[in-house]
């Protein structure tokens, strides 16, 4: 929230970046008076000493402005205008020379509208309608960040911050949960809302020496559409909780249903000291990642181990010294191993051996842990002799081989060929013994994709099909629809709509009578950008005949593309839906990569569904005739 003395500083501050002054050079001492408006953000503030020697300078890239830096180079803030109306619209703070936190004047009215939290930060995103400083709501949020919120609102005794994290009525019809379902989730919200005041003032979970430290829940679920009369795919955590530490004891607070809302998280129950019953999934009566014990206080082994993977944690994050890096990472793998040994019940065993499995699996592919690849065959070797953890198996096994086969492709001088044969047999035996494990759709989608990507469509086809069928329910089997969709399409009319970046309705069926090149790109892309430049080229030489683009921006963040587009002019229509290389766009054709290009004749079928832009022009020619 923006204090009146947060208010005095920001006003100050901003006279020195008037419109008017604009063009002249602040000094350094005014440039780092500035504040950012959301309090809780961490970035760097330079002593005196480190202050005076810093500079400013005028900034070259994504509009004019101002860049502040260090004696040593490393950037402190960056304070732009990015539409080149001479005032200021964007204020960035950095730590450690990471873009950390961002106040944004979206509507370019002289006040901040946004506020973002990026890099090391997290990835909150909130929108501030009346442009007050406080957040009316959150347009990005994860379900860790989520539960924070939720944290901070009970430490704060704030109602009003809680609120900000129910699913709101419009959201609640968006996610088309079906009548049942949604008069459910109606009448457990409107609780929520009516009651946080009284629990916000009476509570005593969360005292204002609490720190919320990590979150508690499984992976998430989905509810597919069609089940419970649901419309669309339903994508939420039950039971989920926040781990706390209360000056050395460790406590749990149970936030009960999170469900994804766009590239949000939204609550549905008040927190509550006990587990309750799950929402959407089951009926247990705790968390299963959770930590067991007595709700109020954990069993002091436990809490000693959490505080020390807190603490290694931390030193991962703080340092950038490679064989630093290697040794928290094996200490990391030891505390989880630990806490997996301490753990109260087999389902918290099994959710802390996923995560070392997890944690280890990562590191080894960011070449941030090479011995990590031993040891996790240690770790499948001992769960499979001990008949109680069998199940445990098929998911370490598979973060194993999928670990064996980044580490390989590192290697100097790798056999791409042989490692790859050799990635083919192992997810090809994976998939065949453990055929019905949870890990099986995503070995068998891994499967088709190589194949796939090896020209071996049949194959791809037949696993493509088998994770359809087999897994109907899985996330992974409408990606695989999808692409089984595209492999097929040729020959075939494709049907297309969706909303463009600025919010205008497309349908490809309006299209007939020109050729339409379907081009699926992202920002990240270096590739996708040479497209660009041809696409633009041809457009110039045929639109007049014929021919009209399409692109599909899969960024996962639609910043990025409105970025882009603000430097880079694109004249033909730009849909985007929010999800990345998992979002609808993505899934309906199954696209695994970018970019991926799609060519439509005149008819409205597809001609090719794999061309390369070096064989436009030719096609074109063939085509408009």
């Known amino acids: 929230m923006l204090t009146n003395v947060h208010r005095v500083a920001v006003a100050t501050a901003v006279l020195a970046f008037s419109p008017a002054n604009l063009l002249a050079s602040p000094t350094v001492e005014q440039a780092l008076a500035l504040k950012p408006?959301?309090?809780?953000?961490?970035?760097?503030?330079?002593?005196?000493?480190?202050?005076?020697?810093?500079?400013?300078?005028?900034?070259?890239?994504?509009?004019?402005?101002?860049?502040?830096?260090?004696?040593?180079?490393?950037?402190?803030?960056r304070f732009l205008d990015t539409n080149n109306d001479k005032k200021l619209d964007q204020w960035s703070y950095f730590k450690d020379g990471i873009e950390v936190y961002r106040d944004v004047d979206a509507n370019f009215n002289g006040k901040a509208d946004q506020y973002r939290w990026l890099g090391t930060s997290g990835t909150r995103w909130g929108l501030d309608k009346n442009e007050d400083g406080v957040i009316d709501s959150w347009k990005m949020i994860s379900p860790e960040e989520t539960t924070a919120e939720v944290i901070a609102a009970l430490r704060e005794r704030d109602p009003g911050r809680f609120r900000r994290l129910l699913l709101t009525s419009s959201e609640l019809t968006q996610l088309g949960a079906g009548k049942s379902l949604e008069s459910d989730l109606a009448s457990r919200i409107k609780a929520a809302e009516e009651g946080i005041a009284a629990l916000a003032k009476s509570q005593a979970m969360v005292t204002s020496e609490s720190k919320w430290l990590q979150f508690g829940g499984t992976r998430p679920g989905v509810i597919p559409a069609g089940a419970d009369g649901a419309t669309n795919d339903l994508v939420a955590y039950d039971n989920a909780a926040a781990i706390l530490d209360t000056n050395g004891t460790h406590s749990q607070v149970s936030i009960g249903t999170l469900?994804?809302?766009?590239?949000?998280?939204?609550?549905?129950?008040?927190?509550?000291?006990?587990?309750?019953?799950?929402?959407?999934?089951t009926s247990v009566n705790r968390a299963p990642d959770v930590i067991e014990g007595n709700v109020a206080n954990v069993s002091g082994a436990m809490q000693s181990l959490l505080g020390e993977l807190e603490k290694i944690d931390k030193q991962l994050s703080e340092t950038a010294n490679t064989t630093a890096i290697a040794k928290l990472n094996r200490s990391r793998a030891d505390m989880l191993e630990?806490?997996?040994?301490?753990?109260?019940?087999?389902?918290?065993?099994?959710?802390?051996?996923?995560?070392?499995?997890?944690?280890?699996?990562?590191?080894?592919?960011?070449?941030?842990?090479?011995?990590?690849?031993?040891?996790?065959?240690?770790?499948?070797?001992?769960?499979?002799?001990?008949?109680?953890?069998?199940?445990?198996?098929?998911?370490?096994?598979?973060?194993?081989?999928?670990?064996?086969?980044?580490?390989?492709?590192?290697?100097?001088?790798?056999?791409?060929?042989?490692?790859?044969?050799?990635?083919?047999?192992?997810?090809?035996?994976f998939s065949k013994d453990y055929a019905k494990s949870d890990s099986a759709p995503e070995a068998m989608l891994q499967l088709a994709i190589a194949h796939e990507f090896a020209g071996q469509e049949a194959e791809a086809a037949k696993w493509y099909s088998q994770v359809i069928s087999d897994f109907s329910a899985s996330p992974m089997a409408s990606k695989a629809a999808g692409a089984k969709r595209r492999l097929e399409?040729?020959?075939?009319?494709?049907?297309?709509?969706?909303?463009?970046?600025?919010?205008?309705?497309?349908?490809?069926?309006?299209?007939?009578?020109?050729?339409?090149?379907?081009?699926?790109?992202?920002?990240?892309?270096?590739?996708?950008?040479?497209?660009?430049?041809?696409?633009?080229?041809?457009?110039?030489?045929?639109?007049?005949?014929?021919?009209?683009?399409?692109?599909?921006?899969?960024?996962?963040?639609?910043?990025?593309?409105?970025?882009?587009?603000?430097?880079?002019?694109?004249?033909w229509p730009q849909l985007y839906e929010s999800g990345g290389l998992d979002s609808r766009l993505a899934n309906e054709l199954g696209i695994m990569t970018v970019p991926t290009m799609l060519l439509i004749d005149k008819t409205g079928q597809v001609v090719r569904r794999n061309i390369h832009s070096a064989e436009l022009d030719g096609e074109l020619q063939r085509l408009l005739k």
């Open 37 to 77: 408006i959301q309090a809780d953000a961490d970035y760097d503030i330079p002593s005196a000493e480190i202050a005076a020697k810093c500079r400013i300078e005028a900034a070259s890239e994504l509009g004019s402005g101002w860049i502040i830096r260090e004696e040593t180079g490393q950037m402190l803030r």
């Open 259 to 281: 469900v994804r809302v766009g590239e949000g998280w939204r609550v549905i129950d008040l927190p509550k000291s006990e587990a309750s019953a799950g929402f959407f999934y």
């Open 489 to 571: 399409c040729v020959g075939r009319s494709l049907e297309l709509r969706g909303k463009t970046h600025d919010g205008r309705s497309l349908d490809l069926s309006s299209y007939r009578g020109q050729v339409v090149l379907v081009h699926y790109w992202a920002t990240w892309c270096e590739p996708c950008k040479e497209d660009l430049k041809e696409i633009k080229a041809l457009q110039a030489r045929y639109g007049s005949k014929g021919f009209a683009p399409i692109g599909i921006n899969l960024d996962s963040d639609a910043k990025l593309l409105t970025d882009f587009l603000r430097v880079t002019s694109l004249s």
């Open 338 to 429: 630990k806490i997996a040994s301490q753990a109260s019940s087999a389902d918290e065993r099994a959710t802390w051996t996923r995560q070392f499995a997890d944690s280890v699996s990562a590191a080894i592919q960011s070449g941030d842990y090479p011995d990590g690849i031993d040891r996790l065959k240690k770790v499948v070797e001992e769960l499979a002799a001990n008949k109680d953890m069998t199940e445990l198996v098929p998911y370490v096994k598979f973060q194993y081989l999928t670990a064996e086969y980044g580490q390989k492709l590192q290697a100097p001088n790798a056999d791409f060929a042989k490692i790859q044969e050799q990635w083919l047999k192992d997810l090809e035996g």
